[in-house]
């Protein structure tokens, strides 16, 4: 397969992602040292998320094949939230495919892996303090709601923008009709654990609401089985620390549920099992999951649609492919993949691949 200079620049950043993942390559051990500083992660956890979620594994292939699904320009540019690091590499490859020219501004709170990623490239992407983008160029941001708003009125006439802004993912349970199988709840349950701990539960990707279609004796086994899991957890990867502002919302969410009897401790986060019907509540980030019982779960699906953007199923097998019609384009990820998709594209496909032209 042929490489033109876009694929080659992709292909060194392929390379770059490849040494950081190395714990015994120099780019990797300066890697594990910098980032424990910068995102106040456990190291346990910073070794599982290089291993687990940064897509060192892509093939040569699969980065060429996704080359021919995006467009050209003869600039792109990226501006990098600073929740989950290791977003940079997919990131900076999608624009780096797109763009003659590739620029890149990192988060203020969150430069280590750009900069990693520009070394180990051998500078496949300029890095800059401002993004400057011309007529026809393509922008790919990342950030809340309100920062992609504030720059949709800078961005000059005639630019494409790619926004990726506030999500969330979400796990479903639905109580089998036949007898439950404790086996298979425990192995969803794990994964799902496995996609809360990762990144202390920061990334758009990351599951805050577990829904539950069934009996209070399934939503309190769903309950029992996440307790235990998230309690081991952190013994095998313990939580890292928490910003001032987390500890605060962490603090607040704890004090209202434990008032009302709902709030039950898991490692140094925890889960609460709602006692009102279907009341879907956000848990902060710091490992926390709010269970809400309901008696029709693709209602409160589609509610939750415009800000999903993975969810995981368990107990009904004919369930995927109604969610997959109903839901459009929410990734549907196996309980523990939610924080590693498939490099296809964005891991937040709710836009897609099309970018949006500023008028």
Same mark, same amino acid.
């Given at each position: 397969?042929?490489?033109?200079?876009?694929?080659?620049?992709?292909?060194?950043?392929?390379?770059?992602?490849?040494?950081?993942?190395?714990?015994?390559?120099?780019?990797?051990?300066?890697?594990?040292?910098?980032?424990?500083?910068?995102?106040?992660? #456990?190291?346990?956890?910073?070794?599982?998320?290089?291993?687990?979620?940064?897509?060192?594994?892509? +093939?040569?292939?699969?980065?060429?094949?996704?080359?021919?699904?995006?467009?050209?320009?003869?600039?792109?540019?990226?501006?990098? @939230?600073?929740?989950?690091?290791?977003?940079?590499?997919?990131?900076?490859?999608?624009?780096?495919?797109?763009?003659? !020219?590739?620029?890149?501004?990192? #988060?203020?709170?969150?430069?280590?892996?750009?900069?990693?990623?520009?070394?180990?490239?051998?500078?496949?992407?300029?890095?800059?303090?401002?993004?400057?983008?011309?007529?026809?160029?393509?922008?790919?941001?990342?950030? +809340?709601?309100?920062?992609?708003?504030?720059?949709?009125?800078?961005?000059?006439?005639?630019?494409?923008?790619?926004?990726?802004?506030?999500?969330?993912?979400?796990?479903?349970?639905?109580?089998?009709?036949?007898?439950?199988?404790?086996?298979?709840?425990?192995?969803?349950?794990?994964?799902?654990?496995?996609?809360?701990?990762?990144?202390?539960?920061?990334?758009?990707? +990351?599951?805050?609401?577990?829904?539950?279609?069934?009996?209070?004796?399934?939503?309190?086994?769903?309950?029992?089985?996440?307790?235990?899991?998230?309690?081991?957890?952190?013994?095998?990867?313990?939580?890292? +620390?928490?910003? #001032?502002?987390?500890?605060?919302?962490?603090?607040?969410?704890?004090?209202?549920?434990?008032?009302?009897? @709902?709030?039950?401790?898991?490692?140094?986060?925890?889960?609460?099992?709602?006692?009102?019907?279907?009341?879907?509540?956000?848990?902060?980030?710091?490992?926390?999951?709010?269970? !809400?019982?309901?008696?029709?779960?693709?209602?409160?699906?589609?509610?939750?649609?415009?800000?999903?953007?993975?969810?995981?199923?368990?107990?009904?097998?004919?369930?995927?492919?109604?969610?997959?019609?109903?839901?459009?384009?929410?990734?549907?990820?196996?309980?523990?993949?939610?924080?590693?998709?498939?490099?296809?594209?964005?891991?937040?496909?709710?836009?897609?691949?099309?970018?949006?032209?500023?008028?």
């Amino acid at each position: 397969m042929s490489v033109d200079a876009r694929g080659e620049r992709a292909l060194r950043l392929l390379l770059a992602a490849q040494q950081i993942a190395n714990a015994d390559s120099t780019l990797g051990q300066k890697a594990r040292r910098l980032l424990q500083t910068e995102t106040g992660l #456990s190291p346990r956890s910073i070794e599982l998320a290089l291993d687990y979620c940064l897509e060192h594994q892509a +093939s040569r292939a699969t980065v060429l094949q996704l080359q021919k699904r995006l467009p050209t320009c003869e600039a792109s540019h990226v501006l990098l @939230a600073g929740n989950v690091f290791v977003a940079a590499f997919r990131a900076i490859l999608l624009a780096t495919l797109e763009g003659e !020219t590739c620029y890149v501004r990192a #988060s203020s709170r969150a430069r280590v892996m750009t900069e990693l990623l520009h070394e180990g490239s051998g500078g496949a992407f300029e890095l800059v303090s401002e993004l400057k983008p011309n007529p026809g160029d393509h922008v790919w941001a990342y950030g +809340s709601d309100g920062t992609l708003d504030k720059l949709r009125a800078e961005l000059p006439r005639g630019v494409f923008l790619y926004a990726h802004g506030h999500g969330m993912s979400a796990a479903a349970f639905v109580e089998p009709k036949q007898t439950l199988d404790e086996d298979a709840l425990w192995e969803a349950v794990s994964g799902l654990t496995t996609d809360t701990v990762l990144f202390d539960q920061r990334g758009c990707l +990351s599951p805050r609401l577990v829904l539950i279609q069934g009996g209070r004796a399934f939503a309190e086994k769903v309950a029992e089985f996440l307790q235990q899991a998230l309690s081991d957890a952190e013994e095998q990867v313990p939580r890292g +620390s928490l910003s #001032s502002s987390e500890q605060a919302e962490a603090r607040h969410y704890e004090t209202i549920f434990r008032y009302i009897g @709902a709030f039950r401790r898991a490692g140094l986060g925890g889960i609460t099992l709602d006692p009102i019907l279907e009341r879907r509540f956000v848990p902060p980030s710091g490992r926390y999951l709010h269970l !809400t019982r309901t008696t029709e779960l693709l209602p409160q699906l589609e509610q939750l649609g415009p800000y999903l953007t993975s969810i995981s199923l368990f107990g009904d097998e004919l369930l995927e492919g109604i969610v997959r019609s109903q839901l459009g384009r929410a990734r549907i990820a196996r309980f523990g993949d939610m924080q590693r998709p498939p490099l296809d594209g964005p891991v937040d496909l709710r836009p897609g691949l099309k970018p949006e032209p500023l008028c």
